[in-house]
């Protein structure tokens, strides 16, 4: 449904950006995939919840603000009216609400990463290219 990747969490343990057009994971299956992934303590599970919940909303605003600009973006370019400068004005707002969505995603990193052993921080980095792999695989197959 959406353009949601796993990616960047926890250096990084999997929340999301944007990709090629489908797959958001809701907050609690996020959640719950870092929790099993990553085999987490009681207390890292309480520690990641917190962060995962305080920024849940406002990176689920600025996903759909970029899925929002790219779908508009699209369907510009088939336009047979639209002018150049129309494409590149919503191209810069398109890749400007992007930029937003992965600044707050590395702080989201940032918030995680003392949180997680350094074992945990190796694991989650390769859960993040076994993700990336299966999207890119997934995306392949749609397109």
Known sequence: MNKYIL???AVPALIGTVHCGRCHPSHHDMHAMIIRKLDLTS???DA??????AHHPVLKAEFDTTLKTRLDLAQLVTDPQATPDQIRELDAKANAALLT???DLNQVVKEIAPILTPEQQAKARQL???ARARMDAFCAKRN
């Open 7 to 9: 990616a960047a969490l």
């Open 43 to 45: 207390a890292q599970k």
């Open 48 to 53: 990641v919840h917190a962060v995962i919940t």
């Open 101 to 103: 969505l992965e600044l």
């Open 128 to 130: 993040v290219v076994e």
